[in-house]
């Protein structure tokens, strides 16, 4: 477990150092803020939830940008750099690079997502300051009540749902042996969880395809459910499930990298 | 009877290539033992299958076939607490210090982080790194680097040091350096098993070798025995002229001694490396 934390240790700080992860944080943090601001688009939804969904939709397509790219970034440039090979001359063994890989790109979507949670809080505490400031100090009513301990909660999910994307991409960076097939097929795998949630977003029956993409596949549906806790506070037994539905996942994708990785020939 | 820290026995390794999975043969069967505490030159040209064995040897790369012990043992990542690796033309993390690396390197072979600092520092002063040590490697010069490769590979203090081509892209000072510094390493108790192209560096520092070509072991064993340099000896002398030498040779021959030409003892290890490979 040591050599994985001095593993990830060390991928976080790569990590910070990557000017294209950075960019990606500050934009989904600019267009979270920028959410107060889009309220003359909005059509007819509640003023916070709209924000709300703003930030959410920021940590959702940015947050996934991030979980791909950086993963495959960090483990090929440890690849080609051939770093990889000072580190398996240590007694470090492959569960302890895949975990600890893993666990440094997770570092840094923590960031990510905390930088997001925490502006799209802010705008979500100044709009609502600005409603009730316009109702003359009133609550009015139909007012959505934003639940704080609600909003952690569904931040730390979605982190969690960000870490299977990387699991994900860690797995498929193990097997290949080039950057740019890591990171296609990652979002090709990505593409098909969200069509297959489109698929059910629509109302379409589900077939055997969608059906065997959930069971494969992340099922990004359960992780969705985390949006109802910004408003209606935490369910407790959802939370739960979906963090162990998660945990499993990411354990399933870890166990495959490392099982790849001992396949690799360095 | 010596005590063998490293044991080859017909280690083949093929790499697969194409479609139908035609396969290169990089080692064809080699044996080989290296005696504890001896400083083990691998030798070879481009392709002989040098780094081949040495990465078989840590577990990084597979053998088809063979077997192939480290202190006795299959290797494994605990018995890599033993083994201390320099790669062949080495990356470190550019954005780490020396300083860091080195420890980085320590802590990862289980030693405590105040420990693995102290020892990071000690290693770095050893390879004559000190003043650069709190420098980023992005910064360091090829020779500045390899010096932190050999400061992360002993800085655990392990049994056996495996350096894969230790003074590749060194000038001459930091050749000779690295020479010293192997040669600290020997005195030290520990046993080293080095690759390398230059003949000159093998032939002054190394006890026992192994040439390896096409894959073979084309000569092995101590290379006293394997120079001949045991019945030969050198007389290095200061300002001697034809004539004087001439008397010196026959004075020798007097003595019962067989005066041969001037210059080095034994075969060249260079002439004797391109006779077995060729």
């Known amino acids: 477990m040591r050599n994985a934390l001095l593993i ?21 943090a600019i267009l979270a803020g920028l959410s107060k601001y889009m309220l003359r688009f909005d059509l007819g939804h509640e003023k916070l939830k709209f ?16 979980a791909v790219t950086a993963t495959c970034q960090l483990i090929h440039s440890e690849l080609d750099n051939r770093t990889i090979i ?26 990510f997502a905390i930088i997001v949670t925490a502006v799209t809080c802010l705008m979500l505490a100044i709009t609502e300051f600005e409603i009730i400031e316009r109702a003359g100090g009133k609550i009015p009513e139909g007012l ?17 749902k960000l870490a299977t994307v990387a699991s994900v991409a860690c797995a498929i960076c193990a097997a290949s042996s080039s950057l740019m097939f890591s990171v296609i097929t990652s979002f090709m795998v990505l593409a098909a969880t969200m069509a297959r949630s489109a698929n059910i977003w629509f109302g379409s029956d589900e077939n055997l395809a969608t059906q065997l993409t ?24 959802t939370f739960a499930a979906t963090i162990a539905y998660s945990c499993v996942y990411i354990a399933a994708c870890c166990g495959l990298a490392s099982w790849l990785f001992s396949k690799r020939e360095f | 009877m010596p005590q063998y820290i490293i044991e080859i026995k017909e280690l083949r390794k093929y790499y697969g290539s194409g479609i139908r999975g035609l396969g290169i043969l990089a080692l064809d069967g080699i044996d080989l033992q290296v005696p504890e505490g001896s400083i083990f030159g691998l030798l070879g040209p ?55 690396m080195v420890r980085l390197s320590a802590e990862l072979c289980g030693m405590a982080r105040r420990d693995a600092a102290s020892a990071a520092r000690r290693a770095l002063e050893l390879v004559g790194l000190g003043d650069a040590a709190d420098r980023r490697i992005g910064l360091y010069s090829k020779g500045m680097v ?69 894959g073979k ?50 075969i060249p290890l260079e002439k004797y490396f391109r006779k077995v490979v060729r």
């Open chain 2, 217 to 266: 072991i084309a000569a092995s064993g101590n290379l006293d025995s394997l120079l001949e340099r045991g019945k030969r000896t050198i007389l290095e002398l200061d300002g001697a002229d034809g004539d004087k030498i001439k008397k010196i040779s026959d004075y020798a021959e007097s003595m019962g001694v067989s005066a041969k030409a001037a210059g080095k003892g034994g």
């Open chain 2, 146 to 214: 390899q010096r932190v490769g050999l400061a992360q590979a002993t800085v655990h203090n392990p049994d056996l040091v495996i350096l894969d081509e230790p003074a590749s892209g060194l000038d001459p000072i930091g050749a000779a350096d690295m020479a010293d510094s192997i040669r600290r390493l020997r005195g030290e108790g520990k046993t080293v098993l080095m690759s390398s192209h230059i003949m000159s560096e093998v032939e002054s520092l190394c006890t026992d070798v192994a040439i390896l070509s096409q």
């Open chain 2, 46 to 100: 481009n392709g002989a299958g040098k780094s081949t064995a040495i990465k078989i040897l840590l577990g990084l790369s597979r053998q088809n076939s063979g077997l192939c012990l480290v202190f006795g043992k299959k290797v494994s990542p605990q018995l890599r607490k033993r083994i201390g690796y320099l790669p062949e033309a080495p990356y470190f993390y550019k954005f780490l210090t020396g300083f860091e």
């Open chain 1, 86 to 111: 000072t580190l398996l001359s240590k007694p470090v063994n492959f569960v302890q690079l895949a975990f600890g890989k893993l666990l440094g790109v997770c570092g840094a979507l923590a960031v």
């Open chain 1, 51 to 66: 924000v709300f969904d703003f930030g959410s939709g920021a940590m959702t397509f940015f947050g996934a940008l991030i």
């Open chain 1, 144 to 160: 959505l009540n934003p639940s704080w301990s609600g909003i952690a909660c569904w931040a730390l999910i979605q982190w969690f």
């Open chain 1, 8 to 28: 990830a240790s060390n991928t976080f700080r790569d990590a910070m150092r990557q000017k294209l992860l950075l960019l990606i944080v500050f934009i989904a």
């Open chain 1, 214 to 237: 959930g069971y494969i596949l992340p099922n990004f549906e359960i992780f969705a459910k985390s949006e109802l806790f910004a408003f209606a506070g935490v369910n407790a037994m």
